[in-house]
């Protein structure tokens, strides 16, 4: 079974995938990830000419070893991941990662923007997870404040909206929901109660499809 879990930033996607993962025994992979590490290998060369071919290069030679989430979670390198993200040759490295990753026997639970439209069209259940800018501004303030740094909330919530609109007017990306997707909007449910309703939607949909 392959899910595909989509939506905006910190709208507690990855989360919900790695639950589903858990659930069903099926591996996980948080397509952020790879945007970010190409984004912080080229940290350096952010607002010079050479970026775009920077990007280029080093998305073509990421592997599973370069994602590390605790090295990768800051809003700096959120930012410089939505600006590798646009660059329509970066994309097309990372295509075969994760495609790859999604056809693995046994299946997988993918999350991102583009999973239920360009990575896995085909995937079993679809997942758009949306929640109200503020309430995801609070959730990773309290993720950052877990790790004892302070959070400067506004500063926080504009650049949320700034990756947002930077991520819907992507001219490379479908960051919109697949036709066949169900959306979640997790604005007022904690984690587990948005689980909760993952899995249901899940075994709903794959009922839904075992029905002749
Ligand atoms: O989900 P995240 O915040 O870790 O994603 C970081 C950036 O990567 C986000 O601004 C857009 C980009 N991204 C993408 O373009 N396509 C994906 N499948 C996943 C992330």
Redesign the pocket.
Known sequence: MIIAV??????G??TLAAGLGGHYGLPHL???????AV?KAVAAFESTPEFEAEAIAAAQSIDLGDLHPEL?ASGE???L??????IGEV?HA?FAF?RDFALRPGGAV??????GT??CPDADVKLFIVAEARARMERRARQFEARGQIVDREALLSQIEE?DA??RN?PN?R?FPASDAVLLDTTELDIEAALRAAVAIVDETMARKARP
Do not use: C, E, H, M
């Open positions: 989509d939506g905006p930033a910190a709208s996607k990855g948080d397509t952020g990830l790879l945007y970010r984004g990768l390198i959120g930012s991941a939505s600006k590798v993200a646009v994309r990372l994760q993918l999350d991102g923007r583009d999973i360009v990575i990756r930077r991520d992507n990306g960051f």
